[in-house]
């Protein structure tokens, strides 16, 4: 019996040469049209920081990053495609594929996110909490969206959405955005995660070239207004998911909420700083633009600005971004620890799918008593140097493997 990575069946991740993920090692943006521009607002104080290239990298690899990330990018995708559909069309079939593109979406932004909370070695530090608290808020969004599909009659794909990293978001959303698997750094916050959690109406006006979040999450509530579909608590689950309750769906009240939720906690946001949800907490932009800029957002004379008091900049495992294609040449001891992650990891959505493919509640809990396995190898991965790249680790790679007999 062997493994091998398990080829995602949502949207899949297009390959890029290794000379441009190369440049993501350096700490080079691979987009900086769209989103990436977004994640950037005017009312805000400070340069962006310097970026200081990675040693080991190749010069050229710069060069290559602008046409690698063209390919990375699909365009307008499956979430264009759906939302083409005239509202009226939009029918039971409609939803459970739109709701399949939400689990990839929500899945992933996991790994990017854990790879990043992992790096950071004080975990009680303010950023800490920070990174841990979205961790479990995409692990809520993920189980809502199950539960939402499992409300209409169906049953979430989790680990055939899983994707491949670096690559773009699920369904063409934030077309010109690479998301890639990293310790946490100024550039990953600004060309990863601010780009992913980009609200709807961020500080100050952008234009997207492609279909957003909340876009997209706003077409998904519409057809449930419009088609108004029978409901099924059977099957949904109903356990505490990160800082969160996950509950049965049984309404379009619960649907509006469960779905406002999503929308109000991180990507698709349309509040603003001033409506923060449960806790006060803000939503995950305006989260990591205070991890960004060093500084609490703060409304001023002049609008909202990072001028708040301090959010020092934890001290992170120096994490390389995973090149496409995985790290190449790891000798015979960083082997053992990927295969070790990704047979966890793989463990972990081989059991998600079969919470809610009847296993209920105890399955749930076991992949998440799983998850927290992945843990160890990833901080031994991430405190083991290249050889090739002075000063960076490597880390996970985030891998799902299928079983061959």
């Not at 029918?91 to 790096?119: C, R």
């Not at 750094?185 to 957003?212: C, G, Y």
């Not at 990591?288 to 934890?314: M, S």
Request: glycine share 10%; charged share 20%.
């Amino acid at each position: 019996m062997s493994e091998e990575p398990e080829q995602p069946a949502v949207a899949p991740f297009k390959r890029r040469s290794f000379l441009a993920s190369a440049a993501l090692a350096a700490g080079a943006p691979a987009v900086t049209a769209g989103p990436a521009q977004a994640a950037a607002p005017a009312a805000v104080t400070g340069p962006a920081p310097a970026v200081v290239p990675a040693a080991g990298v190749p010069a050229a690899a710069a060069a290559a990053s602008t046409a690698g990330a063209q390919l990375a990018a699909p365009g307008l995708g499956t979430v264009a495609r759906l939302l083409a559909v005239p509202e009226t069309d939009r029918g039971v079939e409609w939803l459970k594929s739109a709701l399949q593109v939400a689990v990839a979406l929500e899945l992933s932004t996991i790994p990017p996110y854990l790879s990043a909370w992992w790096s950071v070695k004080d975990h009680g530090s303010e950023v800490g909490r920070m990174l841990r608290r979205i961790v479990g808020d995409e692990m809520f969004h993920l189980s809502i969206a199950c539960n939402l599909i499992v409300a209409l009659g169906g049953r979430p794909r989790i680990k055939a959405a899983a994707p491949v990293f670096p690559g773009p978001l699920p369904g063409g959303v934030r077309a010109g955005v690479t998301v890639y698997l990293s310790g946490l750094t100024k550039p990953f916050v600004r060309d990863v995660a601010m780009a992913i959690e980009s609200p709807e109406e961020p500080l100050t006006r952008s234009v997207h070239p492609s279909p957003t979040v909340g876009q997209f999450y706003s077409g998904v509530l519409n057809a449930f207004r419009v088609v108004r579909p029978d409901l099924t608590a059977r099957g949904q689950l109903s356990v505490h998911v990160g800082g969160d309750d996950l509950r049965p769906i049984e309404t379009l009240d619960d649907v509006e909420s469960a779905i406002g939720i999503i929308k109000e906690q991180g990507e698709g946001t349309d509040g603003t700083p001033e409506d923060p949800f449960e806790n006060d907490e803000r939503a995950h932009y305006y989260a990591f633009g205070e991890i960004y800029h060093g500084r609490e957002l703060r409304e001023t004379d002049d609008g909202y600005r990072y001028v708040g008091g301090p959010v020092p900049f934890p001290d992170a495992r120096p994490m390389a971004p995973v090149p496409v294609g995985g790290w190449p040449n790891p000798s015979p001891e960083v082997k053992v620890l990927l295969h070790r992650f990704d047979a966890t990891y793989s463990s972990v959505l081989d059991t998600l799918d079969a919470a809610w493919a009847g296993g209920g509640e105890r399955a749930l809990k076991a992949a998440v008593h799983s998850m927290h396995g992945l843990e160890r190898p990833a901080v031994e991965l991430m405190e083991t140097p290249i050889p090739y790249a002075p000063g960076s680790t490597y880390g996970p790679q985030f891998r799902a493997l299928r079983r061959r007999i």
